[in-house]
């Protein structure tokens, strides 16, 4: 099939995203684009086309009214690989028991390709739209939206720019999960409303150094060791948020009972269920501002020893906290002795409403695709996408996963032997379809 052939070609350009700009071959990037003007004659046909902060694309179709626009974004870089823990070359996009193994299947060329396909074969079938479609392609996502060269800001920018207020934005997201924790029978498609906020947190403690054969009576390092456990000795308070009251809605007719009574009166019961979400860490990331450990510093010599040693503490906060709050927290838990700073601070993003006629489209796309799921709710994206910049310019921003092999290959985003199931992406481009003909028409 064009459609799995096309993915395979785009899968094996190597667009490796890096902080250092210098070591990025944007040959490949080159050779994504082109393939991208190859594969896609009546999108280049029809839309305007611009290159924006070098290699992130953005398309423009032109609507039937003066309706806000419709976007739909993505990203084309891809992480970094270890090729000797592949089963296939991580390039190579081979085809073995139903599945394309390759960096970038699911994050996020999978995503990208089968967007690309439904609006190709739309607009071959003549369908034209009441709204203005957007196609927002990023080409350093995996290196963060915070730096200045993102090309997703600078596509943001030039938006904002110009005056333009988005009906909805679709980005990457969601997720299919296992119904029981919330005493759901069946698998439940989740789509993003919002996202946490991101900050690393440096520690700091500093003495005067010296010999390590004279210690004092405690070292810089144990201080700030101590700090930092202290930090993941003591959770944060955990609270329902937005997000999580707008998903439990939505999940509320198909729980089970003793859940469900307790969900009704969630309030009233809160102790209880405060209590059980925080019990697994993926439910407990939904409800509280998380924090942990992730590097750490001292002396540069054995027999040192550390007069600074530095932990850093990454940070995801939830909606209703921000990052001043957050080190304020930190700085009045840890003492005056250690040097609290916020590193790369956003704070959590607004929630999108899950009233919004757009979110309904998504929620009904899921459901004609993958008639398997009970049903699909909104909830709270715990990791980063590109997206959270667009919410100055939209009320309705949507994160979307529309391959339900993601639900047995989760793990592999970011891992070896990242694969994507043929079924899933021919099912991804059926969603995208009707979402986009439904969504720009309303």
């Known amino acids: 099939m064009d459609s799995v052939q096309h993915l395979q070609s785009i899968l094996q350009t190597k667009t490796i995203s890096y902080l250092d700009r210098s070591r990025i071959d944007f040959n490949e990037y080159e050779k994504f684009i082109e393939l991208v003007q190859s594969y896609y004659p009546n999108l280049i046909k029809n839309s305007t086309f611009k290159r924006v902060e070098g ?120 997720a299919f999960i296992k119904g029981d924790a919330m005493g759901v029978k069946g698998i439940v ?49 955990a609270d329902y948020n937005d997000a999580t009251n707008a998903m439990f809605d939505a ?69 209703g906290d921000t990052v001043d709050k957050l080190v304020k927290r930190i700085q009045d838990r840890v003492g005056s002795n250690i040097k609290v700073k916020a590193i790369n601070g956003n704070d959590p993003t607004n929630v999108s409403p899950s009233h919004h006629d757009a979110f309904k489209a998504i929620v009904e796309s899921v459901k004609h695709v993958y008639p398997e799921c009970v049903t699909v709710a909104p909830y709270l994206m715990v990791a980063a996408t590109d997206s959270r910049l667009y919410h100055p310019i939209s009320d309705g921003i949507y994160r979307v996963q529309p391959f339900m092999s993601m639900f047995e290959d989760r793990s592999t985003v970011h891992a070896d032997n990242e694969r994507i199931s043929l079924d899933s992406f021919e099912k991804g481009i059926i969603f995208f379809k009707n979402c986009i003909s439904t969504i720009c028409n309303q």
Not at 288 to 308: D, I
């Open 55 to 174: 290699y992130s694309l953005l398309f423009k179709i032109k609507g039937l009214s003066d309706k806000d626009p419709v976007g739909f974004m993505g990203h084309y870089d891809v992480v970094p690989v270890n090729e000797e823990g592949w089963i296939h070359p991580p390039f190579s996009a081979h085809i073995s028991d139903g599945y394309i193994y390759a960096r970038g299947t699911l994050d996020m060329k999978g995503h990208v390709v089968a967007l690309l396909e439904a609006i190709e074969s739309l607009l071959k079938d003549g369908v034209s739209f009441e709204r203005d479609l957007y196609i927002m392609l990023g080409h350093n996502e995996e290196t963060g939206s915070a730096l200045p060269d993102s090309g997703a800001r600078k596509i943001m920018e030039m938006l904002e720019a110009e005056g333009k207020h988005f009906y909805c934005v679709v980005d990457e997201g969601g």
């Open 251 to 319: 999940l509320l007719p198909y729980m089970a009972q003793p859940l469900k009574f307790l969900f009704s009166y969630r309030n009233l019961f809160k102790p209880i269920l405060i209590q059980a979400l925080t019990k697994s860490p993926e439910t407990a990331a939904t409800v509280r501002t998380t924090s942990v450990m992730t590097m750490a510093s001292g002396s540069k010599a054995p027999n040192v020893l550390a007069q600074e040693a530095k932990i850093n503490i990454n940070c995801r906060i939830v909606p």
């Open 189 to 237: 498609g989740l789509v993003g409303v919002a996202e946490k906020g991101y900050c690393d947190i440096e520690l700091t403690a500093t003495q005067d150094g010296g010999h390590a054969s004279m210690p004092p009576h405690t070292s810089a390092l144990y201080e700030v060791c101590k700090a930092a456990m202290l930090m993941e000795s003591h959770k944060f308070k």
